[in-house]
């Protein structure tokens, strides 16, 4: 399916043409397949989907960072540009995952089923979900292959990972916004309170990274852009 989907268009347009910017773009404003929705800024700590439990949303992420959470385990984060709740738009099944804000969070919510609706009536509506679950797969290999690793080596790829993904420039240094705190950061790379404390502290002996005022600093950090 990959392949041939990759055959009928080309690599560099996929996104532009099935990703979520045009995806919320004909949801909003195309006369044909507009849907009634919500703008609403979320505070931190918002629960947008609780699993176990039915949702009847599909979220579009405009900014802010939410964690996906199986039993309470972080699997995998969402933010800018990201749409949460279509991973299972044909499926009357109870959630999978629960998905809070880690930060505040400005959403468009649709109701599932108007969109399930409209994708069904566009001629190629089944790729924006194929692209969807296609980039959800992508995150669960890359959570499995990174939980393949050992603690240190495992932190530090994430740590990478999240300034080159959400970190800013402060001189030669990287910073990684203070909601991404410890015991979150912790929980995603499947370490305990004490393994997490002694793996920063020899990060910080090393001069990878400093810790201040609960944020993560690496040190003379070129970010990949």
């Known amino acids: 399916m990959s392949t041939l989907f990759i055959e009928l268009?080309?690599?560099?347009?996929?996104?532009?043409?099935?990703?979520s910017k045009y995806l919320l773009e004909l949801l909003k404003d195309d006369p044909t397949y507009r849907v009634p929705y919500t703008k609403t800024v979320l505070p931190k700590d918002t629960m947008l989907c609780s699993e176990f439990t039915p949702n009847d949303n599909i979220y579009f992420l405009e900014s802010?960072?939410?964690?996906?959470e199986y039993k309470e385990q972080i699997i995998s984060f969402s933010s800018q540009g990201d749409i949460i709740g279509m991973d299972d738009i044909f499926s009357l099944r109870k959630n999978r995952d629960s998905v809070r804000t880690i930060s505040s969070a400005t959403v468009y919510i649709f109701p599932k089923q108007d969109v399930m609706e409209k994708l069904l009536r566009m001629q190629e509506g089944w790729l924006f979900l194929y692209l969807n679950n296609h980039n959800h797969n992508i995150l669960i290999a890359h959570k499995y292959?990174?939980?393949r690793q050992?603690?240190?080596?495992?932190?530090?790829k994430i740590l990478r990972d999240f300034a080159d993904k959400y970190g800013y420039k402060d001189g030669k240094n990287t910073k990684i916004p203070g909601y991404f705190t410890r015991k979150d950061l912790a929980n995603y790379a499947n370490l305990s309170t004490n393994s997490m404390s002694q793996i920063c502290k020899h990060l910080e002996e090393e001069g990878f990274c400093s810790i201040k005022a609960k944020q993560f600093i690496l040190l003379d950090y070129t970010m990949n852009e």
């Open 9 to 19: 268009y080309n690599r560099d347009t996929i996104e532009d043409k099935f990703g």
């Open 64 to 68: 802010g960072v939410v964690a996906y």
């Open 145 to 147: 292959i990174l939980m």
């Open 150 to 156: 050992v603690g240190k080596l495992r932190l530090k």
